[in-house]
T-cell receptor
Framework: DVKVTQSSRYLVKRTGEKVFLECVQDMDHENMFWYRQDPGLGLRLIYFSYDVKMKEKGDIPEGYSVSREKKERFSLILESASTNQTSMYLC??????????????FGQGTRLTVV | AQTVTQSQPEMSVQEAETVTLSCTYDTSESDYYLFWYKQPPSRQMILVIR??????QNATENRFSVNFQKAAKSFSLKISDSQLGDAAMYFCAYRSLVQGAQKLVFGQGTRLTINP
């Protein structure tokens, strides 16, 4: 059974803290993604990675950074958490290549509250 | 940059009836994939159906089918014989085939309620 696992389902952090959200996939996928989900805005892409140590900014990268040292793991870092980063964070992975399997698989999400 | 628009924030349907969710998108690419994902209250995103742009035939998966109009850049989802378990947020998504740019671009979502 394919799986994308996010380290926490719920997280509460204080303003100014450095926050790490971890995501691990077991499908040997090249692509990994971090999305933020807010009501009425859908899913917005923060960062994505198409290979180890490679990263690309998405639509809303400000205030976030990422790390991908190993193929299976993609970390999202909030350098100094702020209340406007309170949200649901979803990690996803997909195979690379135009001719390959195109389905993206998602983790169960981390609901982050910054107080 | 590609954009996806879902103009119906909420929809409701009677159990066993048919409902259609709308989605439009904008792209300059000629080949791509389109998807409908379902997110139930458990928050787990589940793929409902996918459509490859170069295929003219509309995709179907049991009670779920799409109406893909490439020229109009429209991709609607039809759910037949609606069931209580269909209640969820539904997201339309676009995926480029360009290597290194295969991110999913999502619409705003439509919350579907099923009335018993």
């Amino acid at each position: 059974d394919v799986k994308v696992t996010q380290s926490s389902r719920y997280l509460v952090k204080r303003t100014g803290e450095k926050v790490f959200l971890e995501c691990v996939q077991d499908m040997d996928h090249e692509n990994m993604f971090w999305y933020r989900q807010d009501p009425g805005l859908g899913l917005r892409l923060i960062y994505f990675s198409y290979d180890v140590k490679m990263k690309e900014k998405g639509d809303i990268p400000e205030g976030y950074s990422v790390s991908r040292e190993k193929k299976e793991r993609f970390s999202l870092i909030l350098e100094s958490a702020s209340t406007n980063q309170t949200s649901m964070y979803l990690c996803a992975s997909s195979a690379g290549g135009a001719a390959g399997d195109t389905e993206a698989f998602f983790g169960q999400g981390t609901r982050l509250t910054v107080v | 940059a590609q954009t996806v628009t879902q103009s119906q924030p909420e929809m409701s349907v009677q159990e066993a009836e048919t409902v259609t969710l709308s989605c439009t998108y904008d792209t300059s690419e000629s080949d791509y994939y389109l998807f409908w994902y379902k997110q139930p209250p458990s928050r787990q995103m589940i793929l409902v159906i996918r459509q490859e742009a170069y295929k003219q035939q509309n995709a179907t998966e049991n009670r779920f089918s799409v109406n893909f109009q490439k020229a109009a850049k429209s991709f609607s989802l039809k759910i037949s014989d609606s069931q209580l378990g269909d209640a969820a947020m539904y997201f339309c998504a676009y995926r480029s085939l360009v290597q290194g740019a295969q991110k999913l671009v999502f619409g705003q979502g439509t919350r579907l309620t099923i009335n018993p």
